[in-house]
Structure formats: C-alpha cells, structure tokens
C-alpha cells in the first residue's frame, strides 16, 4: 500500500526558513503530478506550489519567489522549501501525489490504475 509521510514542519519566527520533506514508500509505483497544500484554521485548503506532469512547477502567489518545490526521484522523495516565513503561512501542509502503483506479471511489469494519495499533514507555525 502507497503511503505519503511527511516531516519538517515546526515552530519558527518570522523571516525564518524550514523544509518539509514528503517520502512516498510501500511496494512498486509510478509518481506523476505532486504538489504541496496547506489548509490555515478556519480556512479551505489552498494549493502552495507544484509539478506536474510535464515537470512544470507552479507556485500560488502568496509565497512566490520565497518557497522552492523540488523532488528527488531516487529516493522518491518531495521537499518544500519555505524562506522569508510570515504569520499568515501557518497552517498544516499536506503533500499530494497522483501515483500509478506498478505490479510484475512474470513478463514485464505494469501499472494498476492511478490513485491521488495524501500525506497526514505537518504543522508550520510562525510567530510575529
């Protein structure tokens, strides 16, 4: 079973830095589009930053030329990096990914199906 876990997350004053880490694991896949969300008290979740299928990242405009998105396909691995962090970025950020999980016939392998999965969120909180 494909699972998304997420880490870094923590407390940090304003005009700080912290990186979020997301490892897919759990048998053979495919990853496609990931992206990062985050979802503050009382708000919607609102999409934070990213990359799609054709490697083309995305950023909401909020943190625009302040957050970085960037993946490790080695180690299966998405990361966020967050600089110049403001009040107004607290909120618990969850990774996303669309991923195909793969399975060997005995003759070559293929994939089954395609599911969006979700990490369990990581909290950010940034103090004035």
């Known amino acids: 079973q494909v699972r998304l876990v997420e880490s870094g997350g923590g407390f940090v004053q304003a005009g700080g830095s912290l990186r979020l880490s997301c490892t897919a694991s759990?048998?053979?896949?495919?990853?496609?589009?990931v992206g990062w969300h985050r979802q503050a008290p009382g708000k919607s979740r609102e999409l934070v930053a990213s990359?799609?299928?054709?490697?083309?990242?995305k950023y909401a405009d909020s943190v625009k030329g302040r957050f970085t998105i960037s993946s490790d396909t080695a180690s299966n691995t998405l990361y966020l990096e967050m600089n110049s962090l403001k009040p107004e970025d607290t909120a618990v950020y969850y990774c996303?990914?669309?991923?195909?999980?793969?399975?060997?016939?005995?003759?070559?392998?293929?994939?089954?199906?395609?599911?969006?999965?979700w990490g369990q969120g990581t909290q950010v909180t940034v103090s004035s």
């Open positions: 996303n990914a669309d991923i195909s999980p793969t399975a060997y016939n005995g003759q070559h392998w293929y994939r089954v199906g395609e599911t969006e999965y």
């Open positions: 759990g048998g053979t896949f495919v990853i496609h589009a």
């Open positions: 990359i799609s299928r054709a490697n083309v990242t």
